[in-house]
């Protein structure tokens, strides 16, 4: 018997499909034939600041064990369902298909993977390593999704790693409103949550298992374990059929995207950890984004909340210049606009003190004095008595917010991004 790798990037459109459906459907013809997979399929999500990507940038792959003249009737089965099910129509899917044969995935796929999801490459490098790994690539058109397969492939999932159950619709109900008991996600996040994660949004009660692209996904499950989404799953009550359900393994509410950097070696397309101290204090610009500025040795760099992270900008507001941070957050690469890091979380490590002046009160009547103005000393209006400016108290003021993290809301969330909840509850807990 011999393990072969499948890797299935770049097969959907704006419009329609969704690479997870042609990896779930590819399994399937292969499972209906006896073939048996390895292990779960993968589901591996790329760089988010990417900007050739349809929606989440993803990438599936998956492992099939079988004797090797079997081998070409799989590639065959895989090929003819990626050519089947892309929407090839269109100008921007180009897919790519990758197969590995081989028990071990190559030091260099795992380097690549992880460049892939922090980085940007080309196809070319892609090209050039699968022929270095005697690795077997199938280009469609431009044939970019190589580099989404190849990745997927190379990705072992070794550190850490969540689990995404999606049930998908059948054909006659695609880009219709999908049907779903709102109250039964509601019971089922209240039952399983943090097992599973991040599939409702507690500030506005939105249900985030149902996405709002006419794609084959009725819902998406995101859990710690298979048995945590399994069960999740059986609480949901969906109103229209389902045609199939796949469980991935995945590299989702990991923090896989994001390296430490300092600030000026942060490049755009990156994801990064950067800490250091505010230099300029937060600013609400038009639509609603609050902007601050961070410095660390090497330089200084915007962070942004942008509107839709909602009360997490709340907490951003409240920073003052002085305030040790760490940061988490893209960077997208917009010419025009100096870097900003698209925060994601922020750790505050140190809150800087924060001083008001307080006027002193009057010797003979203690009333509150009134000031005559900058270093012009107190008068007390009752009883015309005048102190200098160095009578003036300095007090130190409560701040409203201490050392700790806190994290954009579900709905803001990037896939790749870890919930504060999974740091809390310890990695693939949950077993239930
Ligand atoms: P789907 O969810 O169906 O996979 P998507 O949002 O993932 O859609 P794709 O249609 O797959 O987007 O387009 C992304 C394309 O960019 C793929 O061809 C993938 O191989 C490629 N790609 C992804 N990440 C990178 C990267 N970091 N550098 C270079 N190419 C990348």
């Keep these: 018997m011999v393990l072969l790798h499948i890797g299935i990037d770049d097969t959907d459109s704006k419009q329609g499909m969704c690479t997870t459906y042609v990896g779930a459907v590819a399994i399937r013809r292969l499972q209906k034939l006896g073939f048996r997979l390895k292990g779960y399929p993968k589901l591996i999500r790329l760089n988010p600041n990417w900007k050739i990507k349809t929606r989440g940038n993803c990438s599936i792959a998956f492992t099939i064990s079988a004797k090797r003249d079997q081998i070409p009737t799989i590639k065959e089965i895989v090929l003819r369902t990626v050519e089947e099910l892309a929407e090839l129509h269109v100008e921007t899917t180009n897919p790519g298909v990758v197969f590995y044969q081989g028990s071990r995935i190559a030091p260099e796929m795992k380097f690549f993977s992880k460049k892939v999801i922090q980085d940007v490459v080309t196809i070319e490098e892609a090209e050039e390593l699968a022929k270095r790994v005697g690795a077997e690539v199938h280009k469609f058109k431009l044939g970019r999704g190589i580099v989404g397969a ?8 070794e550190n850490d790693w969540t689990f995404e159950l999606i049930a998908y619709r059948i054909p006659e109900n695609r880009g219709t ?18 097992s599973t994660f991040d599939n409702l949004d507690p500030s506005t009660g939105e249900i985030r298992i149902t996405p709002h692209t006419p794609c084959p996904i009725l819902y998406g499950i995101r859990g710690e374990t298979p048995q945590a989404v399994k069960k999740a799953s059986k609480m949901v009550r969906a109103l229209e059929p389902i045609e199939q359900i796949i469980i991935y393994k995945t590299n989702q509410g990991t923090d896989e995207h994001l390296r430490k950097v300092k600030i000026a070696d942060a490049k755009p397309n990156w994801s990064v950890i950067v800490e250091g101290v505010v230099s300029k204090a937060p600013r609400t610009i038009p639509g609603g984004h609050v902007i601050f500025r961070l410095k660390d040795e090497t330089g200084e760099i915007d962070c942004a909340a942008y509107e839709p992270t909602r009360q997490f900008r709340d907490k951003v507001r409240k ?3 002085g305030d040790r941070l760490r940061v988490y957050g893209g960077i997208k690469e917009k010419p025009e606009l100096p870097l900003t890091i698209n925060l994601e979380k922020v750790e505050v490590l140190e809150a800087a003190p924060l001083f008001r002046k307080e006027n002193p009160r009057c010797p003979s009547c203690g009333k509150r004095m009134k000031s005559e ?5 107190y008068s007390c209006k009752r009883c015309k008595t005048k102190l200098p400016a160095s009578s003036a108290k300095t007090i130190r003021v409560e701040r409203a917010i201490g050392a700790g993290k806190f994290e954009v ?8 991004a870890k919930p ?4 809390i509850a310890g990695k693939n807990s949950g077993d239930l």
């Design 150 to 157: 190849l990745a997927a492939i190379g990705n072992a999932l």
């Design 177 to 194: 409103p999908r049907r779903i008991d709102r109250s039964s996600v509601e019971e089922m996040n209240r039952k399983t949550y943090p």
């Design 319 to 321: 920073f003052i210049i």
């Design 373 to 377: 103005g900058k270093n012009k000393g």
């Design 409 to 416: 809301p579900p709905r803001a969330r990037r896939h790749l």
């Design 420 to 423: 504060l909840i999974r740091e």
